[in-house]
């Protein structure tokens, strides 16, 4: 056969085998660009990682890995404090080896200093330790008479209608609580109620006086129950977030074919209420996990109360500092010189050695953490990835090797948790510049990343 009728029927066999092949890529049969799905399918995330999952075991030979020469890293530490970028700031460095304990670095680190959003470092060490990982907090309907009373239990990611038992954020709905309080009514041959709010699980004001004006941008008033406050991300918030829920509540029992007479008033469900719905939280360390990722201030003010509760100290803000250092302590933590103001750390008043933060982070990843460090660990945000820590470490020494907590407020810019060295030895660090002129922020983070932080990650400097 002559060579062009090869070449001739050769090409004719391609078209015909590619046009079969992408009539299946079109439907999705076999791997392709063509599908014949609609042009706006939405583009799914990715998946969120439970906070509750059991981390992995160690690397082999990790606790064999060669540990950093302390004075090497001490250099560093000095570094940062003499650089220019952080002005007349005071730095307290902590580095710890998390295999041995052993403090590597002490760089002003017994010092208390103002701990921006490290603060929430504790105190979610608090809740983990105190209350447990899995512990859930429940939204429940009470009824007596014809008062149908929402009664909050700490959730504030509660979705508006229908829950999602695989989110964390929405995972419990008030769409769901009233569409069962509903039934249970229509069951009892009640068609018509008034609605009330319990929202005193809390006590004390809503407002921390410690925090500066201002500030109203980054927290929300501080109450049992919120229709997700993550959805405020830029601020705005509600001025009335457990009035607003109680109110989404009777629209949902008005849906479900409840008449609500009246409007929703302010009262603790009386001693004879017999609980007719509830509906439940996503497990406390996947809430921590949102929390701590996104450094949300809420979340955590609502966490350090829920401390607060189960210590049986009183549920406002100074009840709160107590149960989370008083934890702190029963745990085996030195928490001398601590002055804690509040739970989320933007108070400037707050005052925590770098010592103690590092201290707290080395336990949690060291082999005796347990299910409470664990779960803080996996919570924290990893460099160049997500959370707060999403835009740094991006194509340098620390992206997906630094797992931390950042912290900042106008004066101040901390980072505490852990970093993985160049060598493969894990260690638990806190650094804190606190004092540099307003306007510093930015700066002060590069010093810290760059001076610090990074070069722990590219650290080959076995001693």
């Not at 020469?69 to 080896?97: F, K, P, Q």
């Not at 509660?158 to 069951?187: F, Y």
Request: aromatic share 4%; glycine share 12%.
């Amino acid at each position: 056969m002559h060579k062009a009728q090869i070449a001739a029927l050769t090409a004719a066999t391609l078209v015909v085998v590619g046009a079969y092949y992408g009539l299946a890529d079109a439907l999705d049969l076999v791997p392709g660009v063509l599908t014949a799905s609609p042009a706006d399918y939405a583009v799914q995330p990715f998946p969120t990682v439970s906070a509750a999952a059991k981390q992995p075991d160690a690397a082999p030979g990790l606790a064999e890995a060669p540990v950093p020469d302390a004075a090497e890293l001490n250099v560093l530490a000095r570094t940062l404090a003499g650089d220019e970028r952080v002005g007349e700031a005071t730095t307290g460095v902590s580095i710890v080896d998390v295999a041995s304990g052993r403090e590597l670095v002490d760089h002003g680190a017994g010092s208390p200093l103002t701990p921006a959003s490290s603060n929430k470092v504790p105190v979610a060490w608090a809740a983990l330790s105190l209350m447990g990982a899995d512990h859930r907090l429940q939204t429940t309907a009470v009824l007596e008479g014809t008062t149908l009373t929402l009664v909050g239990g700490g959730d504030v990611l509660l979705a508006a209608d229908a829950g999602d038992p695989d989110t964390t954020v929405g995972r419990a709905g008030l769409g769901d609580l009233a569409r069962a309080a509903a039934k249970q009514l229509q069951e009892r041959g009640v068609t018509s109620v008034n609605v009330a709010l319990d929202d005193t699980l809390f006590t004390g004001p809503t407002w921390n006086d410690a925090w500066v004006e201002g500030n109203e941008s980054w927290v929300a008033p501080i109450q049992p129950l919120m229709v997700d406050v993550t959805a405020y991300a830029s601020g705005g918030y509600p001025a009335d977030p457990a009035l607003e829920a109680a109110q989404v509540f009777a629209d949902r029992l008005r849906e479900a074919g409840i008449e609500v007479t009246g409007t929703v008033t302010r009262a603790a469900a009386g001693g004879g209420a017999t609980q007719v719905a509830a509906v439940s939280s996503a497990p406390l360390a996947d809430i921590l996990s949102v929390s701590l990722k996104e450094s949300d201030n809420t979340m955590t003010e609502v966490e350090g109360r829920l401390v607060a509760l189960a210590a049986g100290e009183e549920a406002d803000f100074a009840g709160a500092t107590r149960a989370v250092l008083g934890r702190l302590r029963d745990d085996g933590f030195d928490t001398s010189g601590v002055i804690m103001r509040d739970a989320s750390g933007l108070a400037l008043g707050n005052k925590v050695p770098a010592g103690l933060l590092a201290q707290i982070i080395a336990r949690a990843a060291g082999d005796d953490g347990g299910t409470t460090g664990r779960s803080l660990m996996t919570a924290l945000p990893v460099g160049g990835l997500d959370g707060t820590l999403d835009d740094r470490f991006v194509g340098v020494s620390g992206a997906g090797t630094v797992r931390a907590k950042t912290g900042s407020l106008d004066t101040v810019a901390s980072l505490t948790g852990t970093v993985v060295t160049a060598d493969g030895r894990l260690l638990a660090f806190s650094v804190i510049v606190d004092g540099f002129a307003e306007g510093g922020l930015y700066s002060a983070r590069l010093a810290i990343d760059d001076d610090l932080v990074s070069p722990l990650a590219d650290c080959g400097c076995g001693g």
